[in-house]
């Protein structure tokens, strides 16, 4: 009788790994949409964050059949374990659906800065960091604006916002979404965007390391902490799903 309890025991234990192994390789797109104020127009931005050593799902990112204005990359791309190969074949995907800005997360630096600004420079990736820079083709002001990561000890949220005046529509992008509340206090974001939580990667129940993603308006400004699309230390998850996300922010006209 005991022994039998113990196999069933560690079939459960097995069951549970493989679910963990296969949770973290599923794909989820979620969609979001906020309304702004400005020309009438919808702006579609494509976040993905903490990819690691994960291969971007193709058809996921074919099945996108609407033009992407700006896919951000919310930092973690790559890390140590990632081979050059991958992280060519996913921007590759990426930039198949639109311009592509990345954001520094505390994992890229391990396979060498430089290394990784030289291969974005050859892939078209613009790099954002302690700047902001115009979107392009849309008809309202809006400005991709980042920090560098926080473990860089040069995350400047001053130079972020320098060149962004007042009237102008940013969507401020930081890694570590720690810092957005005194972002909020200090500057006027009408869209944050963070990761690097995982959103606790392995929860139980509500239990887990760290909060888990979510899309929610803090003090009136929305604010998307993405689960991420990759894992770290080990592949696995359980409830705390990978995501990506396609936000659609529509501009109406003031009445």
Known sequence: MLFEMLIIVVLLIIGVL??????????????HEIRLKGKKEQVKLFFI??????????????????????????????????????????????TSIGPVYFVWGNNDREIGEERLRTIFKETNVQIVENNAVILQNVQNKCWISAIDDTTSRNARQDLAFKNCQQGDIVFFISHNPEVFPIVRKKYNAHLMM????????????????????SFSIREGVPTLISNGYGTTLIPMRFNAKPQCHIIDVNFVPET
């Open 194 to 213: 963070g990761g690097h939580l995982h959103g606790g990667q392995i929860r139980l129940g509500p239990f887990g390391l760290h909060p888990h993603g």
């Open 18 to 31: 493989i679910y963990m192994v296969r949770q973290a390789f599923e794909n989820h797109l979620l969609h």
């Open 49 to 94: 964050s903490d990819v690691h050593l994960r291969k971007i799902n193709k058809k996921m990112i074919n099945a996108i059949n609407e033009p992407i204005d700006a896919v951000i990359i919310g930092g973690d791309f790559a890390d140590q374990r990632t081979p050059i190969e991958r992280i060519y074949e996913n921007i590759a995907l990426l």
